[in-house]
């Protein structure tokens, strides 16, 4: 089974940027599509960006496009999400999502999230 580990949170100004990880150890996730998602206190948890297994599609929520791109290495096992121009609203712990078919078993796989906060 694959296990998530996201990493690169922190506290950031607004306007600034920060690179969050999301690295795979147990298995390979290459052949698996990776979602991020956040989730604001008292807030439910909301997606903000997906990539394909090979990188060559993504897909982000209106209230970060232009702003955040998620990319990967597969070589490395790791999903990146760069955010960039980051607002105040944009403070919220982040996960990551290991998603697809493997040996014909869905997988699902969540990591432990990733504090941001963003300050005014």
């Known amino acids: 089974q694959v296990q998530l580990v996201e990493s690169g949170g922190g506290l950031v100004q607004a306007g600034g940027s920060l690179r969050l990880s999301c690295a795979a150890s147990?298995?390979?996730?290459?052949?698996?599509?990776v979602g991020w998602f956040r989730q604001a206190p008292g807030k439910e948890r909301e997606f903000v960006a997906a990539?394909?297994?090979?990188?060559?599609?993504?897909n982000y929520a209106d209230s970060v496009k232009g702003r955040f791109t998620s990319s990967r290495d597969n070589a490395k096992n790791t999903v990146y999400l760069h955010m960039n121009k980051l607002e105040p609203e944009d403070t919220a712990v982040y996960y990551c999502?290991?998603?697809?078919?493997?040996?014909?078993?869905?997988?699902?796989?969540w990591g432990q999230g990733t504090l941001v906060t963003v300050s005014e």
């Open positions: 990539i394909n297994w090979s990188g060559g599609r993504t």
């Open positions: 999502n290991a998603y697809g078919v493997r040996n014909g078993r869905p997988v699902d796989v």
């Open positions: 147990g298995r390979t996730f290459s052949n698996l599509n």
